[in-house]
């Protein structure tokens, strides 16, 4: 396996790999990609569950942003939480990042192992499926996206879906939620389930092939599995598109 770490502007980000078969080490190998914001850590819990739920060749590269909550949102916002902070909407600027930082060095990286992208996808957890999801709306840098129990309560997201269609690069998309996460105090993320029903549905419309999956549990069940079903299901071509909730 390959696994190296480097910094970028502040931000720690692991790139772990399959190695490539003993057969094809003088020839490129070609394998998806995916892009991973973490909260904390560097993306091995994730990995661990990928590698057990099958053999596919492929790349994680997971990013620690230096804000989770400013880095990830894609325009400023009230905070929903008493005596929170307000999000301050810098989602452009982390993709920016990634864009013109970030996947560059990964690729070296995977390189100098005999590996080129066959594919790129971005996937993200809570305010990083946010990200993933109004990022498909903003970058033809990915093929396929994942939004695991994403923060779609966000204020004027589904607005904004409805007045920007994903872009033409974008192929597949992923969409999960815990079955009880709508049932929340928290006023702000009620909607958070009919949202997502409604930007999955506008994916699809517009021609994207979409999954929307509903997960037992809230927000805080099983964040790695739930967020590596959805990789897996961007991994595989094959999968069947029809939404389970």
Do not use: C
Not at 197 to 205: G, N
Not at 207 to 216: D, H
């Amino acid at each position: 396996m390959v696994e190296q770490s480097f910094e970028v502007e502040g931000e720690k980000v692991t790139l772990r790999a399959t190695e490539p078969p003993a057969s094809t080490t003088d020839a490129w190998m070609r394998i998806p990609v995916v892009y991973l914001h973490v909260f904390e850590g560097d993306g091995a819990d994730v990995w661990q569950r990928l590698r057990k739920g099958g053999k596919q060749p492929m790349a994680l590269v997971a990013v620690a942003p230096k804000s989770w909550d400013n880095d990830l949102t894609p325009w400023s916002s009230p905070p929903v939480f008493r005596g929170g902070r307000p999000y301050e909407g810098f989602a452009i600027v982390q993709l920016d990042l990634l864009e013109r930082e970030i996947m560059p060095q990964a690729e070296a990286l995977l390189a100098q192992h005999g590996m080129v992208p066959s594919f790129s996808a971005l996937a993200g957890y809570s305010l990083a499926g946010l990200f993933a999801a109004w990022a498909a709306t903003q970058s033809g840098a990915f093929e396929r996206v994942a939004s695991v129990s994403g923060s779609l309560w966000y204020p004027d997201f589904v607005k904004y879906v409805a007045g920007n269609r994903p872009n033409p690069a974008v192929q597949r998309a992923y969409f999960s939620l815990g079955d009880a996460e709508s049932r929340t105090r928290n006023r702000a993320m009620r909607p958070v389930l009919e949202n997502t029903r409604q930007v999955a549905e506008r994916f699809k419309q517009l021609g994207v092939v979409t999954r929307f999956e509903i997960n037992p549990g809230n927000h805080f069940v099983d964040e790695d599995l739930r967020t590596a079903r959805g990789i897996r299901w961007l991994l595989d071509g094959s999968a069947d598109a029809a939404p389970t909730a």
